[in-house]
């Protein structure tokens, strides 16, 4: 597998400036070269920020469209739920078409969401997907353990049972369609994450391990650790 590379910054709040940059780049050399630009979205806190500054970066909206790499098996507009964090943000207010924010419907349950969200989907690659990255090395809704994300006959999307951090449902694209993009990122903050980040760099066997070969993974020091 190819290394990740490494994208080191001081602080949280520089990463989350550099990287909302880097994501308006992409996005606009997508539109040029191919008139759209397919974007799926990490849930959780640390991508925050970067929703918060995309705006200023960021244009042509009407070609953006945007997925989830997983959702939370909630009500709708449950504040635990990644597209109603992204709705909270900044991101939310720019005017990308609402038939171009695919939201998977996680109110319906595991399986009908999953076989919902799988017709949804693009049938070409994502042009990015971004990804963050628990404190036990798990990456969307793919925890440690949990073989079926990552077989090679699974499913675009999944449903996920009896997942180690509440809520228990959830739905999550599996590794192959996450690996099925231009451009494949990481967003990792915190003291919280550096010892998942040790783990990786030492080559365990976990999800991000898996999923980040080739990846740019984008971290804090703190992440980073000594």
Request: a neutral charge; glycine letters at 8%; one cysteine or more.
């Amino acid at each position: 597998m190819n290394p990740p590379v490494w994208h080191l910054y001081p602080d949280a709040e520089r990463l989350a400036e550099r990287l909302a940059a880097a994501i308006a780049r992409l996005a606009a050399e997508a539109i040029a070269a191919r008139g759209a630009f397919h974007w799926v979205l990490a849930g959780g806190h640390t991508p925050r920020a970067v929703y918060d500054r995309l705006p200023r970066y960021g244009g042509q909206w009407q070609h953006w469209h945007l997925y989830y790499g997983d959702e939370r098996c909630l009500p709708p507009g449950d504040a635990e739920r990644n597209s109603a964090l992204v709705n909270n943000t900044a991101l939310g207010d720019v005017p990308i078409p609402l038939g171009q924010h695919h939201v998977i419907a996680a109110e319906l349950g595991a399986e009908a969401a999953a076989a919902a969200y799988a017709v949804v989907l693009p049938r070409h690659r994502f042009d990015l997907v971004l990804l963050g990255m628990g404190e036990d090395g798990h990456c969307a809704s793919l925890f440690p353990g949990q073989e079926v994300g990552f077989a090679t006959d699974a499913p675009a999307v999944l449903p996920v049972h009896n997942s180690p951090k509440p809520p228990a449902d959830r739905v999550s694209l599996s590794a192959a369609r996450l690996q099925q993009t231009r451009a494949l990122f990481f967003a990792v903050t915190g003291a919280s994450k550096a010892p998942a980040i040790t783990r990786w760099r030492a080559g365990e066997d976990l999800p991000a391990t898996r999923l980040g070969a080739g990846a740019d993974v984008w971290l804090d020091a703190a992440a980073w650790g000594r």
